[in-house]
């Protein structure tokens, strides 16, 4: 077993250094917008006005789609299993 300690300790050491990696990737922070420009643009693309609640709806709607295709996905919460 003495053998192989310097062998374990790498392995242990590279995974923890790939875990790391990965969580930095994973926690890259989004680009940030404007939310007045973004709702006028959908409008427009839709041939729409901006009615009240139209800019915060489509807030919600670009959120989400940040949150789902960020990488890794939506992290925390995802799913919970009551058993």
Same mark, same amino acid.
């Given at each position: ?7 374990? /300790?790498? /392995?242990?050491?590279? $995974? *923890?250094? !790939? !875990? =790391? %990696? !990965?969580?930095?990737?994973? #926690?890259? @922070? +989004? @680009?940030? $917008?404007?939310?007045?420009? %973004?709702?006028?643009?959908? *409008? ?9 609640? =139209? ?7 670009? %959120?989400? @789609?940040?949150?789902?295709?960020? +990488?890794?996905? =939506?992290? #925390?919460?995802? %799913? =919970? $299993? $009551?058993?």
């Amino acid at each position: 077993m003495a053998q192989h300690q310097g062998k374990i /300790a790498a /392995a242990v050491a590279a $995974f *923890a250094l !790939l !875990l =790391y %990696v !990965l969580a930095v990737y994973w #926690s890259s @922070e +989004p @680009e940030s $917008f404007n939310v007045v420009d %973004v709702a006028k643009e959908q *409008a427009a693309a839709k041939g729409e006005k901006l009615v009240v609640g =139209y800019t915060t709806t489509t807030t919600l709607i670009k %959120v989400t @789609e940040t949150l789902l295709d960020k +990488p890794g996905g =939506y992290l #925390s919460n995802d %799913v =919970y $299993f $009551f058993a």
